[in-house]
Each structure stands twice: as C-alpha cells, then as structure tokens.
C-alpha cells in the first residue's frame, strides 16, 4: 500500500510535487520515498525512512511532511516521522497514543489528525491530533463508527473521513468533524462501500476513488457536494484499486500525459 501526498511551496514555485511513501514490493515493506515532479515528468528518489511499513497516512503542515502510522506483518505502528524537504531527512517526533494500521490523515486548523485505524486487534472509532509546537498527541471526540483503511479529506474547514473498513465489511458511511465545535455528524452515504478509498478535495468537492465494496476492486469516482449533500458517481480510473494513494498536483494534464507508459506502474489523471 503505498500513500502519496501533494505540496504546493512557494519555495518550489508553487508547483505541486507528489510523494510516495513506504508500502510493500511483495517481498518485503519498504521504507523509500520518490518525488515526483510534474515540471520534469519524472520520479526521484528521495531519503528513506527510519521504520518500514505500509499502510501508514501522509499529512504535510507548513512544509514538513509526516509519515504516521502504518504496520507491518508483526505488529501495528504509534510511530510518527516527520520529513524536512530543505535537507532530505526524516526524523522522529513523538508517538501517537495508539498504534494505528490503515489510518487516515489530514492536516486542518494548525494540526496533524491521525483518523481510526486498526490497533492490531480491532478497527479505531478513536481520534487524535498532533501539535507541532508541543511535540504532542491529543486525543479528540471519537467517530460515530470504527473504521480502518478510510480516506480523509478537508473541506471548508471541516475534516471527511470517507469508507473504510469496520472489522467485518467494507463501509458506505460518512462523517464530518467540525473542530470549530469539536461535532462529528453523519452526511450522505457513498453511492456503494468503498474499503482502502483514496480521497482528495478538488473544486469544492470531496472526491472518493476506488476501494473495495466487499465483493470486488472498484475504479470508479465519485464526488460528494457539500451544499447538496450528496454524492454522485463523475467517473472511473483506468485501473481498479484499493488502497492507493491520491494526491492534487496543480499541473497541466499534458505534462504528465506520459506517466506510467509501457510501465505496470500506472498513474490515472483526472
């Protein structure tokens, strides 16, 4: 399973580059990193990190990007890296309060939220937020339901965890948490279940791409409208996948048109 994340810096000219992190090869779980980058429409290694595992969420906070969570076949990670682009280094910042597999992440409001999971023994409804300033992990209100593999995203100032998988089936439910007033409330459900759902906002619009619906590998897109509260199937990906990561690369189409020719490797744009 391997994670990627967008950053847009005005260090880089606020061109978006995508970062894979961490995953499995099928033969064993990796630590490495590439970059890639839309302008050169080719990918980079960059510095590995400290732990490897797979399943593990990506969030960037005000330049840093942090690798949290994730498992391998022993056990299920509370460990959180945090990597500086200026020097290429990962290092570690402090735990989470509970290990977590298959976890969401999304950076809102000046913190780095860490959403379910799975602890190695069950799916998470529990949540919890890192303070940069503090080097600390706070646990927050809980979700309405346990969910591990789930896709968070933000969206006018509100965190959307999206799917996922409770320890049984894969989930159509929805939530949003409103920090503001520290509410989670149920929205509209996905169209069909979506366990290992990548998930990015676009254009005012939560996007859920792909997944698992208990019975087979899904590429298809759907989009939820806030003020409709509603999602509505807008598409497919060429491939069918679960736990893939999604990233917004503020690029043109024609620049990375090439990405995954005459490769098994393939990336799908939108």
């Not at 005005?10 to 630590?31: F, I, P, S, T």
């Not at 797979?54 to 969570?69: H, N, T």
């Not at 509100?158 to 929205?187: A, K, Q």
Request: with cysteine; glycine share 14%; net charge negative.
């Amino acid at each position: 399973m391997v994670y990627s994340y967008r950053l847009n810096s005005r260090k880089y000219q606020g061109v978006g580059k995508v970062y894979a992190v961490g995953g499995h090869d099928g033969n064993e779980h990796l630590g490495n990193m590439e970059m890639f980058d839309p302008h050169t429409n080719k990918w980079m290694m960059k510095a590995s990190m400290n732990t490897k595992r797979r399943g593990i969420a990506l969030a960037a906070l005000g330049g840093p990007i942090y690798a949290i969570g994730g498992l391998d076949d022993n056990s299920c990670f509370s460990d959180v890296e945090r990597y500086d682009i200026e020097s290429d280094r990962w290092s570690a910042v402090a735990p989470m309060n509970t290990p977590r597999g298959g976890v969401g992440s999304v950076a809102l409001g000046g913190y780095v939220y860490a959403v379910g999971g799975n602890d190695g023994v069950a799916s998470l409804s529990s949540v919890e937020r890192f303070d940069p300033h503090l080097n600390k992990w706070t646990d927050v209100r809980e979700m309405g339901q346990r969910r591990a593999g789930n896709g968070v995203s933000e969206l006018n100032g509100c965190l959307y965890v999206v799917g996922g998988f409770d320890d049984n089936s894969p989930l159509s439910s929805v939530e949003r948490f409103d920090p503001r007033t520290n509410h989670w409330e149920y929205v509209a459900e996905l169209t069909t279940p979506r366990g290992g759902v990548g998930v990015a906002t676009v254009m005012g619009r939560v996007f859920a791409v792909g997944g698992h619906n208990g019975n087979i590998y899904l590429n298809t897109v759907e989009a939820f409208e806030p003020r409709m509260n509603r999602w509505e199937l807008v598409g497919s990906v060429s491939h069918c996948r679960a736990g893939a990561g999604v990233a917004v690369c503020s690029t043109h189409i024609s620049q990375i048109r090439d990405v995954g020719q005459g490769s098994s490797n393939v990336a799908d744009c939108m």
